[in-house]
């Protein structure tokens, strides 16, 4: 019976001048997100609301899936629209819609009448008064509840009236494209794709950078980071991957730094190149799965000496989480599943017996000194043979 939805979107950045960008950015991520829905759709935008309007047959549940994948929507409405062919009609219409939709269940309900068009006959209190009156009639399984309702049923008069009375969660948020472009250091594991998730819900176009590692990391390895974006892009929108070729940097460390102090040392250039790659396309900030404590690399003092190599902000959404929060997400968004697929990525490979928990800056400065020539010119050239993937 639905073949329409009213989109409920949140308050903040609505106001003032911006509140078309913010509408404008959300009606292309319904797109995006309807794009594999079966089925043709219009989206429009009309006096401070967004519909969803469903052109031919389509698939109700896989749309509405859909839709709570979008960023920006806190809630969504199906909805009925009819024609104004007079009061006796749109109540007819609303005792006939209430039967259609709750049938014989006992519930309690509320006339919610907004009358967006100033010259129709009737007031508000009016239409709720009557309409409630005409559903007690029809339906004795039905009692009026102003204070709770089990179901508030709306009925919004423009110049079509929209009648529409359950209210889906969307998963809120702001729609990609209205807070700039960040780069994701995105790995195979669980904690990276939560990251990103987390940054692009409020509104940030995600790029990542996936460091390989051939043929220490397999093409499985690889491929297990392109279904991550691939995943992560149902909410997203498409996700520009980088993979660079991180071996020979990767090598020269491991044969010519300190072996306690490899992890660090590498981490230093991945973030250093993930920089270099970000201000390229554009990104104002990298995206970290970083957890505080989490393992030897994610100290507070490793996280200092990391981050002294990058000028952007670091954004670590999940510093404060602890694994089991991270799991929850990653099974939310459908990322879980492809993280724990046992294939290496290329910090298990190169990992030291005994990394430095508490790595000291100037020491690993030192050490850095000493192959920063060479390291240059390869991670000059790592940075020349990006490959890149565009996932969706
Ligand atoms: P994850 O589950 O995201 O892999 P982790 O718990 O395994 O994280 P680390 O291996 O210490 O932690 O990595 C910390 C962060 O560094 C990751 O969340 C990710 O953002 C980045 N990172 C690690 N390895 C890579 C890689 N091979 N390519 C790109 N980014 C990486
Ligand atoms: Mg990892």
Aim: charged content about 25%; some cysteine.
């Amino acid at each position: 019976m639905f073949k329409s939805f009213l989109i409920k979107y949140g308050e903040i950045g609505l106001k003032g001048k911006n509140r078309h960008v913010f509408e404008d950015a959300l009606v292309k991520q319904i797109y995006f997100g309807l794009k594999d829905v079966e089925g043709e759709f219009k989206v429009s935008k009309e006096q401070g609301r967004i519909y969803v309007d469903a052109l031919s047959e389509y698939d109700y549940d896989e749309t509405l899936e859909a839709l709570t994948r979008v960023f920006g929507i806190v809630g969504i409405c199906p909805m009925v629209q009819i024609e104004d062919e007079g009061f006796d009609n749109l109540a007819a219409f609303i005792a006939d819609y209430m039967g259609k939709v709750y049938g014989d269940r006992e519930l309690t309900f509320k006339v919610h009448a907004r009358r967006a068009r100033k010259n129709y006959p009737l007031e508000s209190m009016e239409i709720n008064a009557r309409l409630g009156e005409k559903i007690l009639d029809a339906y004795p399984n039905m009692k009026v509840d102003v204070h709770d309702p089990d179901v508030l049923l709306c009925v919004e008069i423009r110049n079509k009236i929209s009648i529409y009375s359950e209210e889906i969660p969307g998963c809120g948020g702001m729609p990609i494209g209205t807070n700039g472009k960040a780069m994701l250091l995105l790995s195979g594991g669980i904690d990276s794709p939560v990251a990103g998730w987390m940054i692009a819900k409020r509104g940030v176009q995600i790029e990542a950078t996936y460091f390989h590692a051939p043929p220490y990391t397999s093409e499985r390895a690889k491929q297990k980071v392109v279904d991550l974006a691939t995943q992560m892009s149902k909410y997203t929108g498409p996700i520009k991957l980088n993979i660079v070729n991180f071996t020979d940097p990767q090598l020269y460390i491991y044969e010519n730094a300190p072996h306690e102090q490899l992890t660090i040392i590498m981490r230093r250039y991945m973030m250093k190149i993930a920089e270099e790659l970000a201000t390229k396309s554009g990104s104002m900030a990298l995206v970290t799965g970083e957890s505080l404590g989490q393992v030897a690399s994610q100290t507070i003092q490793s996280l200092y000496t990391t981050n002294e190599v990058c000028t952007m902000p670091v954004f670590r959404p999940l510093i404060g989480f602890d694994k089991q929060d991270i799991i929850t997400i990653a099974e939310k968004i459908g990322t879980y599943e492809t993280s724990i697929l046992p294939f290496e990525d290329c910090c298990t490979i190169f990992v030291a017996k005994h990394p430095v928990t508490k790595p000291i800056l100037h020491i690993i400065q030192r050490s850095e000194k000493k192959i920063e020539e060479k390291m240059d010119e390869l991670c000059k050239i790592a940075i020349d043979t990006v490959e890149t993937v565009i996932c969706q």
